[in-house]
């Protein structure tokens, strides 16, 4: 499929799940609270270690619920990973759309758990030429969206049977 036969979509981005950063973000600051009072005291007697809990307290939360995203444009894909680290990818180099356990050494493939990871390989190969999303930080229904939306702009990537079933879960009936 040349890049003449592409047609131009609006750029589409997924973020990390609102629901899961702000429990994240909820944990983080019961922990802080968690701390012994007279150790509590001692640590903000200290101006340098008060100035890194309140600049964790800010960067934890804003990196949590907008530090992650994934975008869909005509023909790249690109995942930003704390804000700063890119992987761009052509749409075209994609081989491969895998929907597999997150831990995969531990969990057998077909294992019932919802704990998966979106896997988006460039190339068929290696660490580098992947990029993972995992259901949990993105919201499974995201990423079923991502699978169909690699898949109508190029019909070759291959599919594992559970990127098909993640598809099928999230059809709307017609």
């Excluded at 499929?1 to 909820?26: C, D, E, P, Q």
């Excluded at 975008?71 to 990818?89: G, L, P």
């Excluded at 979106?118 to 969206?145: C, K, P, Y």
């Excluded at 190029?154 to 990127?163: G, H, R, S, T, V």
């Amino acid at each position: 499929m040349g890049s003449a036969t592409i047609k131009h979509r609006k750029k589409k981005t997924y973020t990390t799940n609102k629901l899961l950063a702000f429990v994240i973000t909820i944990l983080f600051i019961a922990l802080i609270f968690t701390i012994d009072t007279d150790t509590l005291f001692k640590f903000y007697t200290d101006i340098k270690l008060t100035i890194w809990i309140v600049l964790a307290g800010l960067v934890m939360p804003f990196l949590a619920f907008f530090g992650f995203t994934f975008q869909i444009a005509s023909e790249d894909v690109i995942n930003t990973s704390y804000f700063f680290f890119k992987r761009r990818f052509k749409i075209q180099d994609i081989s491969h759309v895998l929907y597999q356990p997150t831990w995969k050494g531990i969990m057998p493939m077909n294992t019932q758990t919802d704990m998966r990871s979106l896997h988006v390989v460039r190339n068929s190969g290696g660490w580098m030429q992947t990029i993972s999303l995992a259901n949990g930080a993105f919201r499974e229904e995201d990423l079923a969206d991502i699978v169909r939306e690699l898949h109508e702009i190029n019909p070759q990537i291959e599919l594992d049977e559970y990127a098909r079933a993640l598809i099928k879960k999230y059809e709307s009936p017609t």
